[in-house]
């Protein structure tokens, strides 16, 4: 690296903000440890997520990378154990046990795998979605008007009247999704909604989701394990360790008529400036342990520690 680079990258550099301040979820170096018995588990060790306000991303991840964790703590059910948690002007770590319950009625929404947590088994999918909803000031008839557009949205109007074991698992998680939108959240959290449900019924409760997020302009976290809805978002987020890894960003493809779409991996950098190199770049090139780090005008490059001369 020369200095001359370096100076001259500082002389151009600006000042950067506070993590995450624009964005509606920040997640900045946040640590969960649970402990059970003598045992700790570092269920989340440093994770980073910033999600824009009308967003709509997947959170992928191997099982037990933290993905349900993650949701926990936005949900305002579980507390992370360090970092700084914020949803809108909600500081996660310093809400009173009032005001968490205000969060949760106000702010985010939830669809969870199991269909029987989200639905109440003796109540029509109409009376479910009117259940959490805030009546302060509304109407009986304007609540009528909202359940049935809620279930409109989702695609099952046809649900109003059934209770939950006279719809199919697609349906009863498409109530969810309107049960989840009730109050006009403006996060909505799903975590592996579509787990117990075939490819077809799957791509409904997804278009159901994707609704909420482009019509009613909810901000949307799906947490799965389905390459099929995770390709169809414009950003995934993969969790390895505990850790976001890596991110896929999709456009779409310049020169417009061909319904293309253009997809790219980053590589997540932490706020310590870690960053993950894949597996197989690491082997491609034998990088092991100690490697050269070299600052160019616009990249950094990565090279493996061996003896000049010795290719
Ligand atoms: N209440 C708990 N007590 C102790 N350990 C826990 C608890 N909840 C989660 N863990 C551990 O924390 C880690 C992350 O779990 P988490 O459920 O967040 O992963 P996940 O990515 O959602 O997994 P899956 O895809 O299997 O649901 C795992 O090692 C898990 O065993």
Not at 10 to 26: K, N, Q, Y
Not at 80 to 105: C, E, I, K, N, P
Not at 227 to 248: F, H, L, Y
């Amino acid at each position: 690296m020369s200095q001359s680079t370096l100076e001259g990258l500082h002389a151009r550099s600006v000042p950067t903000a506070e993590f995450g301040h624009d964005a509606l979820i920040v997640c900045d170096n946040v640590v969960r440890i649970y402990q059970t018995g003598r045992i700790e588990v570092q269920a989340l060790q440093g994770l980073d997520l910033l999600v824009d306000e009308g967003e709509m991303v997947a959170v992928v991840g191997a099982s037990g990378s933290g993905k349900s964790t993650l949701l926990a703590i936005l949900s305002g059910i579980d507390v992370a154990t360090a970092g700084r948690v914020r949803v809108g002007s909600w500081d996660l770590m310093t809400m009173t046990g009032s005001q968490r319950v205000a969060y949760r009625r106000s702010m985010v929404g939830f669809v969870w795998h199991q269909a029987a947590r989200n639905l109440v088994p003796f109540l029509t999918g109409a009376q479910n979605v009117a259940l959490p909803m805030n009546l302060a000031g509304m109407s009986r008839r304007r609540r009528r008007r909202r359940v049935a557009d809620l279930l409109e949205l989702t695609g099952v109007g046809h649900c109003a009247g059934r209770r939950p074991r006279e719809m199919s698992g697609g349906e009863q998680q498409r109530v969810a999704v309107a049960v989840g939108l009730a109050n006009a959240p403006r996060v909505l959290l799903a975590d592996e909604p579509t787990g117990e449900l075939d490819t077809a019924t799957s791509q409904q409760v997804f278009d159901a989701l994707r609704r909420a997020n482009r019509e009613l302009g909810a901000t949307v976290v799906v947490v799965t394990h389905d390459p099929a809805v995770s390709s169809q978002v414009m950003r995934t987020v993969a969790i390895r360790d505990g850790r976001t890894s890596s991110e896929v960003l999709r456009r779409a493809a310049p020169g417009g008529e061909v319904d293309g779409v253009i997809a790219e991996e980053y590589a997540v950098m932490d706020r310590a400036g870690r960053v993950q190199v894949p597996r197989e770049y690491r082997e491609a090139l034998q990088l092991s342990r100690r490697v050269r780090l070299a600052l160019e005008a616009e990249h950094v490059t990565i090279s493996p520690d061996r003896p000049a001369g010795h290719e």
